[in-house]
C-alpha cells in the first residue's frame, strides 16, 4: 500500500509539474500571443550613484523618475536633479508643458506634495505631429471625433510625417495649414469644442513656424 500510495503521489507531482511548464493549448477563437523582438533599450543612467527608476513619460519623450534619493527629469539623453525639500524625492508624472508632479520629504521627515515646472525646449515639428495624433486618437476614443472623422486629420498628418522625413519642409508646412483648416471646419460644425480645435491649431503653428524659420 505504501509503494502504491508512493507511486500515485509520483504520478500527480508530474502531471502538475506538466501542466506548469506546458499550458494547454488555446481553444479555437481564444486570443493569441506572440513575442515582440524590435525593442530598443535606452540607458537613462543616474545622478552618479548606483539606482535609478523610471515611473513616467510624455509626448515630448520626457522621463521623469527617482535616482539615489532625488527626483530626476530625463531628456535629449541628460539627467537633470530636481532637488528636494531637504530630504528624499520622487517625481511621479510628467505632462506635455513640462509640469513634474511628485513628493518630498523634508529635513525634518515630513512628506509633501511637490510640483516642479521645467522650463522646455520648443517641440520639434516631427514631436508636433506625434503629439496632434496621439490627441486625434484621444478625441476619436473619447466619442467627440467619430471615426471617418479622425482619419480625415490623422491621414493629413501621416502625410506631414512623410514630407517631412523626406526633407521636404515646404509641403509639410502646406499639408499643416490645410490641417488647420480641417480642424476649423470641425469647431464651426460644432463637432469639435472651441478649446479642443485650439489646442490642435496651436500645435500645428508652432510647427509651421519652425518649418518655416
Request: proline share 2%.
Amino acid at each position: 500500500m505504501q509503494r502504491l500510495a508512493f507511486v500515485l503521489l509520483s504520478n500527480a507531482l508530474l502531471v502538475a509539474c506538466q501542466d506548469s511548464v506546458e499550458p494547454a493549448q488555446s481553444a479555437p477563437g481564444a486570443p493569441q500571443f506572440s513575442f515582440v523582438t524590435d525593442v530598443t533599450m535606452t540607458d537613462l543612467g543616474t545622478l552618479g550613484g548606483s539606482f535609478s527608476s523610471a515611473r513616467a513619460v510624455n509626448d515630448l519623450g520626457q522621463v521623469v523618475g527617482q535616482s539615489d534619493g532625488h527626483a530626476f527629469l530625463w531628456q535629449n539623453g541628460t539627467m537633470t536633479d530636481l532637488g528636494t525639500l531637504g530630504g528624499v524625492s520622487w517625481a511621479v508624472a510628467v505632462n506635455d508643458l513640462g509640469q513634474v508632479v511628485g513628493s518630498s520629504t523634508t529635513a525634518s521627515g515630513e512628506t509633501h506634495a511637490t510640483v516642479w515646472t521645467v522650463a522646455l525646449r520648443p517641440a520639434t515639428p516631427a514631436e508636433e505631429v506625434s503629439i496632434l495624433t496621439n490627441d486625434i486618437s484621444d478625441l476619436n476614443t473619447s466619442g467627440v471625433l467619430n471615426q471617418g472623422q479622425a482619419q480625415t486629420l490623422l491621414a493629413r498628418l501621416e502625410v506631414v510625417s512623410r514630407q517631412l522625413n523626406n526633407g521636404n519642409t515646404t509641403a509639410a508646412a502646406n499639408l499643416l495649414l490645410s490641417f488647420i483648416n480641417q480642424v476649423r471646419a470641425y469647431v464651426n460644425a460644432g463637432l469639435l469644442s472651441a478649446t479642443d480645435g485650439q489646442t490642435l491649431i496651436d500645435a500645428a503653428q508652432n510647427a509651421i513656424n519652425q518649418l518655416s524659420a
